[in-house]
């Protein structure tokens, strides 16, 4: 489940980033992300996979290691 978490993740950052690879240390504000890219990834963890990852935290810029930990808490 955790490596289809992380999936999701990836996969919809560099979809909506328009990259070609997402590493763990990059962060996602300083890749191009929105106040709407960050919702909408809250949205898409919690639908596809019954995981909630904390708003105010996703807006304090962290990497995407960060993201991926937060969403097995």
Known sequence: ????VIATIREFL????NLLEL???????????DSMV???LA???EQR???Q?????LFANPTVEE????AHA
Do not use: C, N
């Open 67 to 70: 993201i991926v930990t937060l």
């Open 43 to 45: 949205a898409e963890v």
């Open 14 to 17: 560099t979809a909506r980033l």
């Open 38 to 40: 960050l919702l909408d």
């Open 1 to 4: 489940a955790d490596a289809a």
């Open 53 to 57: 990852l904390h708003i105010p935290t």
């Open 23 to 33: 590493l763990p240390e990059d962060r996602l504000i300083s890749m191009g992300a």
């Open 49 to 51: 996979h019954g995981r």
